[in-house]
């Protein structure tokens, strides 16, 4: 589990870039939905381009400090049931770090496989349970409105990350040497 939770320097800049990304994608590279308050978001493609390179903590910090900063710079304040969810979702996509071979240089039907379980269970938990029954919670909305939007947000959620992160990770890994392709010279 350790290996997970290093944070090193990388970890900190991927998340502080990985934020600002975010928030620019969530404010202005989307596309509404016929669903309230709900919209396609490119963001969590990047989202799970970042979790799969630099693991859960980048993923996490950074869509969660994205869509805060998102909700504030749009509305005023973040609506925070929303915000935990991203956070979340972020953190478990990051569960793909250490089960793909990006670091060797390959991303190919199993890694693709893998990445794309551990995006669904994250857009699944996050959109599905924590985000409505957090806006019951905390806003008091109605049970049949933030579950639509939940199941909304959940499916769109999974395509963005599923189509944006996996062709972001597939382009990536391309310009990466394989590992062991390069010899030292004599």
Same mark, same amino acid.
């Given at each position: 589990?350790?290996?997970?939770?290093?944070?090193?320097?990388?970890?900190?800049?991927?998340?502080?870039? &990985?934020?600002? #990304? !975010?928030?620019?994608?969530?404010?202005?590279?989307?596309?509404?939905?016929?669903?309230?308050?709900?919209?396609?978001?490119?963001?969590?493609?990047f989202a799970g381009f970042i979790a799969a390179i630099y693991g859960p903590i980048a993923a996490g910090l950074s869509a969660f400090i994205g869509h805060a900063i998102s909700d504030a710079l749009q509305y005023g304040s973040p609506w925070w049931s929303w915000v935990i969810a991203s956070g979340l979702a972020g953190f478990i996509f990051g569960f793909s770090y250490k089960n793909t071979r990006i670091e060797e240089g390959?991303?190919? &039907?199993?890694? #693709? !496989?893998?990445?794309?379980l551990f995006q669904i269970i994250g857009n699944a938990i996050a959109w599905l349970l924590v985000a409505p029954v957090l806006d019951i919670v905390i806003y008091a909305e109605p049970a049949d409105k933030v579950f639509i939007q939940g199941i909304a947000a959940a499916f769109m959620n999974m395509i963005s990350t599923g189509v944006i992160g996996t062709v972001l990770l597939v382009v990536y890994v391309a310009t990466k040497p394989k590992k062991g392709s390069l010899k030292k010279e004599a």
């Open positions: 589990m350790k290996k997970y939770f290093k944070v090193s320097t990388a970890t900190v800049v991927a998340s502080g870039l &990985g934020a600002a #990304i !975010f928030t620019l994608l969530f404010m202005f590279v989307k596309i509404p939905s016929p669903i309230p308050q709900t919209s396609f978001q490119t963001a969590y493609g390959e991303f190919k &039907g199993k890694d #693709i !496989f893998k990445f794309n």
